[in-house]
């Protein structure tokens, strides 16, 4: 393959750690996904895109970054960016997209996010929509995601039902979105499960807590068929739930609030 070719994403991973890699044939496919994707769950005419991305900036591989990026540059306001980084918040900016009668959707990785929030004194619109793609590097504690969504909708003064979250890694192409609850639905073509530790070949009951098995059609050259070390568990409404890593000794990945990156 020339290297014009073809997209090579790698998770960050932390010192140590082996990291995840994804080698994408098809960089367009990656693109349609994202999009299509995202318009099962919100209208993209409606929104302006930040992104406040520390400690993956750093990784010129980063699908998180190259994801971010392909929403911001389809946006035609010219007001989608990325955010400079340990800056707060303007008034001015946020008045800006309040006047082009667009929506704010604010992406971050957990603790990035908090550290804005405490950084910035702007009120944003209620209708602003903020959207942890999970943890980074941070001196914080370790918190559930029930309490990073609250306390990010306390200091960013918007409604719980506006902080939404998104589920993705490496090595997929598709992506799980939850919308103010703790329950994430998948595009049409992503397929979760629960499955046995013991036995991967069998799912569990509903409700019942086992590893997240994910089938991503839009993986079409490489592996569309992903058992991941993410504990998850299933409702009624084929809607799935991250409880974390089942080795919380080998974590990885985008939606761990943990002290890794």
């Known amino acids: ?25 098809d960089p367009d496919l990656y693109k349609q996904s994202i999009f299509d994707g995202m318009w099962e769950f919100y209208d993209l005419h409606d ?16 699908s998180l970054v190259w994801m971010l990026n392909a929403l911001i540059e389809r946006e035609d306001s010219g007001l989608s960016k990325f955010l400079e980084l340990d800056k707060p918040l303007l008034q001015n900016e946020i008045d800006q997209i309040k006047t082009s009668e667009k929506k704010l959707m604010l992406f971050g990785a957990a603790f990035g996010l908090l550290d804005l929030a405490e950084r910035s004194n702007v009120d944003l619109a209620k209708d602003t929509i903020v959207m ?18 609250e306390q990010l909708a306390k ?8 902080i939404h979250s998104e589920y993705g890694m490496t090595e997929l192409l598709s992506q799980a ?21 013991e036995n991967p070949m069998q799912e569990v009951e509903q409700g019942e807590e086992g590893l997240i098995g994910v089938i991503d059609l839009a993986n079409f050259y490489s592996c569309s068929f992903i058992l991941t070390g993410d504990k998850g568990i299933m409702n009624a409404e ?11 000794k080998n974590l990885r990945g985008c939606n761990f609030l943990i002290d890794h990156d």
């Not at 393959?1 to 044939?25: D, E, P, W």
């Open 132 to 149: 942890e793609t999970g943890g980074m590097k941070t001196f914080r504690r370790e918190m559930t995601k029930q309490d990073l969504h």
């Open 238 to 248: 084929n809607q799935f739930q991250v409880l974390g890593r089942w080795n919380p």
């Open 177 to 197: 979105y939850s919308r103010g609850s703790e329950w994430f639905d998948c595009p049409s073509w992503m397929q979760v499960s629960i499955r046995n530790p």
């Open 155 to 162: 200091d960013f003064g918007l409604p719980l039902e506006q």
């Open 47 to 62: 929104y302006v895109i930040w992104a406040y991305t520390p400690g993956y900036n750093s990784n010129p591989n980063s």
């Open 1 to 25: 393959l020339s290297a014009n070719s073809y997209q090579l994403f790698r998770s960050s991973g932390t010192s140590g750690m082996q990291r995840s890699k994804h080698i994408v044939i």
